[in-house]
């Protein structure tokens, strides 16, 4: 152990042993004149307050021994078991990484657990821990309704607003939760992460959403210790930015003195509970033991400020509490300290040597689970009337560009197909939500959210704010609370601001959590380039590369009507049956597009099959031509399609693969057709660095490919506004070009004269 949690561990014993008993008082009385607050109820706060700063102990004296790993301790924050006390067990939470106390104090409420051991095994990385299965060091327990969070930057902010608001939208709506319709969510941060801006923008919502009239049952808890790693923060800076709210309740309370947090928390809880309206618990406490791990905090702070906070210890002050209204004495209390350190120590020392996780296998098992068998059947699943995902399209007058209207079985645009869509989904599961920025009203800024409102009501299509981050922590929340949330991301653009929310919050919860709780979602997101008269980068945004990495996720880009409703059916069922976080690329120039070589010929329009299904990682090919094969996926698919059609007056036989997912990638069904050819040309819209094309080249080459490969790519550059957008984006001139030169000098393919025999045009179908 460090000197410094041997000192800590000796000041408190020392000043325990120094209180003078009084005389003895029933543990089930109150123990100060005019509170509510048993005796009883002070022990268990006390045992939960000591077995916290044990495990705090354990973890260092494991650490400096290289039996456990990196983990922040929550000495001087033990006051939040206070909060533990007031709230429910069936009150969800969303915890910071002091929050040790809270999740002791919860977990010892509920039969069979051993909160404990379980955080021990988190603290060693073993296998066995009961909720991130040995892969981070969390609180998190689903039968305790402690939901596991990293609690970085106070990320986990907009899931708590969004289970808030999910909650009673829910019960409304008839969707069986987890979680009782009074729930009450809470949510702990620190003052530091108070500042950012996921933080603010949460807490805005919250009050903005309550603001409409809609319930918002959210306790945000600012555990403020008065410092950021090593930087402070103002002791009044809480209180000035979120003290004085409209709409927000503001309750104070002192974390190191037990009466005030008893009786603050559980007001604050009941007012929340009562009213569905959001409240603010500021929490002063203090950080003891320094950041984390091995940090020093004598390199950035005063010795005085250091022996301030120690004064304050909070599991001192509630052992004075409980000697000065007699009771317990002070042996009393030593005893049971040392009691619960030698439980601590001992169970440190068995799970020490519990396996840890061996393989890549078993690391990455709750990433990405796929059940193609069950998908399939959600997806062809009928509803209640023996309907299928279908025929639910609304009226051609709702539709802008609408001609003829898939509700008589015509031909549609992609935009089309995704509005009949999303509402035969919503028409035959009612845990489909649809919401975003302007997508009620409005119907989205292309109208393919249009009329859906008015037709399935403000319940289950609605807008949201102009915030990316409140957007997609709606999403977060509703998924845990029962729905199949579909978000809407205006612009691809605007999802960089917010990109945390998919990386560090949905992908990664079923990582923490073994599987134990899921993300359902399908994000639709409007982008790449190519819009007419429209445009700027942020409107045409060509950059997914961020979006790609991430362990996972479903990232799906269709560029035709009938792909576009098969794979939103699929994305939609796979995450309702595996949890899978599936992001729906829309290309914006192809929504209304309808023709595909020339004006009028229709060529791009198709009729979506209602029993159509598209797996995931399953590409999708046009024409059998030998010569070479072009590799696209959205705009650059009817690109590719065009320059094959020149190519083959030249006597040059192409066909044309279309990815359709960017994540998995088709790389079984990419290599059959690239060894058909013996060579690959991938015409990428996106940019050179960090594009698509590069994965794609990468797959074939590990795959054992040896034909001819070359890659044609967008610049890598910002869309400009107007024709110069020309100059550095894809266009069907550079992918006939790079064909015509990777096909000849290796190949020996000779352009044949027009008019000599060769494969026909494409039919658009496909395959």
């Known amino acids: 152990m460090t000197e410094q949690a041997v000192d800590l561990d000796e000041r408190w014993r020392t000043a ?63 006051g939040n078991a206070a909060l533990a006390a007031a709230a429910r067990i069936t009150d969800p939470a969303l915890l910071h990484y002091r929050s040790g106390a809270f999740f002791v104090h919860r977990a010892r409420r509920v039969p069979g657990l051993d909160p404990i051991r379980d955080v021990l095994l988190g603290v060693v990385a073993a296998a066995a821990d009961p909720i991130s299965g040995g892969r981070h060091k969390v609180f998190g327990s689903a039968s305790a309704h402690v939901i596991p969070q990293t609690s970085t930057i106070a990320s986990h902010l907009p899931r708590a607003v969004g289970l808030a608001f999910a909650i009673d939208r829910a019960a409304r709506l008839g969707i069986a939760g987890p979680w009782p319709a009074d729930a009450v969510v809470l949510c702990s941060f620190g003052d530091a992460s108070a500042n950012h801006s996921t933080a603010a923008g949460a807490i805005n919502a919250a009050i903005h959403t309550a603001g409409q009239g809609i319930p918002m049952p959210v306790l945000f808890v600012c555990e403020d210790n008065g410092i950021g790693i090593s930087v402070p923060t103002p002791p009044d800076w809480i209180e000035q930015a979120y003290g004085h709210r409209p709409g927000l309740a503001y309750f104070h309370a002192d974390g190191c003195a037990a009466l005030d947090a008893l009786t603050t928390a559980d007001a604050a809880v009941r007012w929340v509970r009562a009213g569905r309206a959001p409240a603010f618990l500021h929490l002063r406490t203090v950080r003891l033991l320094g950041h984390a791990g091995s940090d020093v905090e004598t390199a950035y702070r005063r010795p005085a400020g250091i022996a301030a906070d120690l004064a304050r210890d909070p599991v001192l002050a509630t052992a004075r509490l409980l000697i000065e209204s007699g009771v317990a004495t002070p042996a009393d209390l030593l005893d049971r300290y040392a009691d619960l350190g030698r439980r601590v120590a001992a169970t440190a020392e068995l799970v020490s040597t519990e396996p840890k996780l ?24 009928r509803d209640s009337g023996g309907n299928a995902v279908n025929g639910h399209a609304i009226a051609e007058t709702d539709m802008p560009h609408h001609r003829n209207g898939a509700a008589q079985g015509a031909p549609v645009t992609l935009a089309q197909a995704i509005n009949d869509t999303l509402a035969s989904l919503l028409a035959r599961d009612r845990d489909v939500l649809v919401f975003g920025e302007d997508v009620g009203r409005k119907g989205g800024v292309y109208g393919v959210t249009k009329g859906l409102q008015r037709r399935f009501g403000a319940r289950r299509v609605f807008d949201t704010l102009l915030d990316e981050q409140s957007v997609l922590g709606t999403a977060l929340g509703s998924a845990l609370a029962g729905f199949v949330p579909i978000p809407e991301i205006q612009y691809l653009a605007y999802l960089h601001n917010a990109a945390d929310q998919i990386r560090g919050e949905a992908a990664t919860l079923s990582f923490f959590s073994d599987g134990r709780y899921r993300n359902p979602m399908v994000v639709r997101i409007a982008g790449y380039a190519y819009q007419k008269g429209f445009g700027g980068h942020f409107h045409n945004d060509n950059s997914v590369a961020a979006l790609r990495d991430i362990p996972g996720v479903v990232l799906a880009s269709p560029s035709r009507a009938d792909d576009a409703a098969a794979m ?76 094959a059609q020149r190519l083959a007056r030249l006597g040059i036989r192409a066909r044309v693969l279309d990815l359709r997912w960017l994540a998995p990638l088709p790389v079984d069904d990419l290599l059959r057709h690239a060894r058909a050819t013996g060579r690959v040309l991938v015409a990428d819209e996106t940019r050179r660095s960090g594009g698509v094309s590069e994965a794609v080249c990468a797959a074939l080459i590990d795959a054992g490919f040896t034909g001819r490969l070359a890659r044609v790519t967008s610049e890598d550059s910002f869309v400009p506004l107007g024709p110069a957008a020309a100059t550095v984006l894809l266009d069907e001139d550079r992918v006939e070009a790079a064909a015509l030169r990777l096909l000849p000098d290796a190949t020996g393919v000779e352009p044949r004269r027009a008019g000599a025999r060769h494969s026909a045009e494409f039919d658009s179908t496909g395959e």
């Open 16 to 78: 325990v042993a120094a209180l003078r008993p009084r005389p003895g008082r029933p543990a089930d009385q109150p123990v100060a004149p005019g509170v509510t607050v048993t005796g009883a109820a002070c022990l268990e706060l006390f045992d939960a307050q000591a077995a916290s700063r044990h495990l705090d102990l354990a973890a260092r004296r494991l650490g400096s021994v290289r039996r456990g790993f990196y983990s922040i301790g929550s000495s001087g924050h033990e």
């Open 358 to 381: 061996a393989s890549a296998a078993a690391v990455t098992a709750p990433i990405g689970p796929s059940r193609p068998a069950l998908v399939r059947a959600d997806v062809l699943r």
């Open 568 to 643: 939103l059916r699929t994305c939609v069922s796979a995450a309702r049956v595996d949890g899978r976080v599936c992001l729906y690329l829309e290309p914006i120039a192809l929504y209304h597009t309808r023709d595909l070589h020339h004006p009028g010929d229709d060529g791009w329009l198709a009729r979506p099959s209602p029993d159509e299904h598209v797996e995931i990682g399953r590409a999708r090919v046009y024409g059998d031509g030998a010569d070479l094969t072009l590799v696209g996926f959205a705009n650059s698919v009817p690109m590719s399609l065009r320059a």
